[in-house]
């Protein structure tokens, strides 16, 4: 069985820093694309990053660039966010995503139950 | 980046009967190379993480219950739930892939 598990979420003060993590387990994680994917309380999806199988290729939301950095440990079949400068609009529930393909991104396959990110004073 | 814009909010639907949700990009996410459209429907249930429910527009998921159908090209879209069950309550999001990757607004589908 596939599984995500995020973990490292929190309540941090605006400026502050936040790494979050994924584990997963029940497939061949070098073989996939991954993805950070955002919900903030109430509202609708946001994609934030994602990453290629050889991290070749890193995409980043407008809203996170220059923010947010994701990586990925192929042998530790884990994939991270670093968060940097937060902002109050970053508080979110975070998930973790699998995609459908390796080397490009296409749909969000499978999801994590997400770690919850808070950005407050 | 392109824009989907789902319709409507929300709906409330009898048990059994037909909910269309309808999705709507700025451009077309029809990839002239491979006649493929890069659009996903997803599912969420109230306290949990999405599901994905269809890909390239139409092709159901393994396990998707075949009342759950997505129909359009190009730049329009629908998805189809012809009997509609209890267990349906949920928010449905479309997403394109054609060009990074944009989320729908989604749909919020309650029972009348």
């Known amino acids: 069985e596939v599984q995500l598990v995020e973990s490292g979420g929190g309540l941090v003060q605006p400026g502050r820093s936040l790494r979050l993590s994924c584990a997963a387990s029940g497939f061949t994680f070098e073989n996939y694309a991954m993805h950070w994917v955002r919900q903030a309380p109430g509202k609708g999806l946001e994609w934030v990053s994602g990453i290629t199988w050889n991290s070749r290729s890193i995409g980043y939301a407008d809203s996170v660039k220059g923010r947010f950095t994701i990586s990925r440990d192929n042998a530790k079949n884990s994939l991270y966010l670093q968060m940097d400068s937060l902002r109050a609009e970053d508080t979110a529930l975070y998930y973790c995503v699998k995609d459908d393909q390796s080397s490009t991104y296409w749909y969000f396959h499978v999801w994590g139950r997400g770690t919850l990110v808070t950005v407050s004073s | 980046d392109i824009v989907m814009t789902q319709s409507p909010d929300s709906l409330a639907v009898s048990l059994g009967e037909r909910a269309t949700i309808n999705c709507k990009s700025s451009?077309?996410?029809?990839?002239?190379?491979?006649?493929?459209?890069?659009l996903a429907w997803y599912q969420q249930k109230a306290g949990q993480p999405p599901k994905l429910l269809i890909s390239?527009?139409?092709t159901r998921e393994s396990g998707v219950p075949d009342r759950f159908r997505g129909s359009g090209s190009g730049t329009d879209f629908t998805l189809t739930i012809s009997s509609l069950q209890a267990e349906d309550v949920a928010v449905y999001y479309c997403q394109q892939y054609y060009s990074n990757l944009t989320f729908g607004g989604g749909t919020k589908v309650e029972i009348k």
């Open positions: 390239w527009a139409s």
């Open positions: 451009q077309s996410v029809l990839y002239r190379s491979d006649n493929k459209n890069y």
